[in-house]
Each structure stands twice: as structure tokens, then as C-alpha cells.
């Protein structure tokens, strides 16, 4: 019920605020199966859009012995994979278009759920817009479906910062008020 309700809030902010493609036609590769058109979605704004103000990146630190951090390495992930979407021919997802999350962030997310989705609300809250994009179509691809992730990763970076007039917040807000949600379930759900 509570999947449908999320679903159902997408949508409507989708349908409000207006959505682009984020795949571009004169890039299309396959998937790690090879069964899926995919597309990459990073690119520079049209000739209409002006560029959104840019954000410094999130801070570097250090883990243990000198690795990078949880974050960082996620943060890394993130700025250098860009949106990456497809149209599966087979299984669960067949025909409905997706996003792809990186290997690297999906081995994140089974080893630590709570501190994956944290660091992807943190770059979403702070990130540059593309960033933001990319990290917010990554937290709910994997805490929900890749389905609901491509929602929401689907944006022009000049809409994603423009409070939607239906909504009065902008998808940003709307985003990391999903991603919230979400780290309150995995925050209860370790409780138990």
C-alpha cells in the first residue's frame, strides 16, 4: 500500500512539474546482460536552459587505513557513472523503462542499506543537480524499483530546482522527503 502511495505521489509531481528524457538517441549501448537498450543520460543543458548555478562537490574524506570512505567512494560513483536507463526485453521490468545503478553502489547498498541511502539523500540535499538526479534515481531504484527510480531520475536540471506549482516544492525536496522515508523504514527495520 505503501509502495502504491509513493508511486502515486510521482507520478502526480511527474505530471505537475513536467518531464524530459533523459536518454539521448545517438547513444545507445547495451547493458551488463546485453538485453537491453541503454542510454546515457548525462548531458549539457539545450540551448534554451541556462545552466543551474553549480555546487561545490561533497567533501572528501578518508575511512579507515586511508580508503576513501563509504561516502566518498559513493559520492565518486555517483559523479562519474551519470543516468544510465533501459528498456529490459525480458523479466520482471520488461518494456517499462528503468535506471540502472551502478554495481558498485548496489554491492553498497547490500552491504549497509541505512548508511547507502544516507550518502545518497546527502548528495541529493547538496550535490550539483546532476548529481542530485543520478543519486536520487539510485535511493529509490534500490529502496523501492527501477522503475520508480527512472521517475524520478528524469528530470531537466533546470525543472528539478523550480518549486512545481501543484506541489509548491521542487523535485529535490520532494526527492529527499522520499528518500527520508525510506531511511525511517531501514532505521526501524534495524530496530527490530
Same mark, same amino acid.
Given at each position: ?8 505521489? #510521482? ?10 528524457? !533523459? ?8 547493458? +551488463?546482460?546485453?538485453?537491453? $537498450? @541503454? ?5 549539457? =543543458? ?6 543551474? $548555478?553549480?555546487?561545490? =562537490?561533497?567533501?572528501?574524506?578518508? /575511512?579507515?587505513?586511508?580508503? =576513501? ?8 560513483? @555517483?559523479?562519474?557513472? /551519470?543516468?544510465?536507463?533501459? *528498456? ?6 520488461? *518494456? ?8 558498485? &553502489? ?12 544516507? !550518502? #545518497?539523500? +546527502? ?5 550539483? @543537480? ?15 524499483? =527501477?522503475?520508480? /527510480?527512472?521517475?524520478?531520475? !528524469? ?16 523535485? *529535490?525536496?520532494? @526527492? ?6 525510506? &531511511? ?7 530496530? $527490530?
Amino acid at each position: 500500500m505503501n509502495k502504491l502511495i509513493s508511486m502515486m505521489w #510521482l507520478l502526480l509531481a511527474i505530471s505537475s512539474i513536467g518531464i524530459t528524457s !533523459c536518454a539521448k538517441n545517438d547513444q545507445i549501448s547495451t547493458d +551488463r546482460e546485453g538485453n537491453a $537498450e @541503454v542510454r546515457d543520460g548525462k548531458s549539457a =543543458p539545450a540551448s534554451d536552459e541556462v545552466a543551474a $548555478e553549480p555546487k561545490p =562537490p561533497i567533501a572528501e574524506d578518508k /575511512g579507515n587505513e586511508g580508503e =576513501p570512505s563509504l561516502e566518498n567512494g559513493i559520492a565518486k560513483t @555517483v559523479s562519474s557513472s /551519470g543516468r544510465r536507463t533501459a *528498456r529490459p526485453l525480458t523479466g520482471k521490468w520488461a *518494456r517499462y523503462p528503468i535506471i540502472i545503478v551502478p554495481k558498485k &553502489i548496489e554491492e553498497y547498498y547490500l552491504k549497509d542499506r541505512l548508511s547507502t541511502l544516507k !550518502c #545518497l539523500r +546527502r548528495i541529493v540535499k547538496e550535490g550539483t @543537480v546532476s548529481d542530485a538526479i543520478s543519486a536520487g534515481g539510485y535511493a529509490i531504484a534500490l529502496a523501492e524499483n =527501477p522503475f520508480a /527510480g527512472f521517475s524520478v531520475s !528524469c528530470w531537466s536540471e533546470k525543472k528539478y530546482e523550480e518549486p512545481s506549482k501543484a506541489l509548491g516544492i521542487s523535485m *529535490r525536496e520532494l @526527492v529527499i522527503q522520499s528518500i527520508d522515508k525510506h &531511511i525511517s523504514k531501514e532505521e526501524n527495520r534495524l530496530k $527490530e
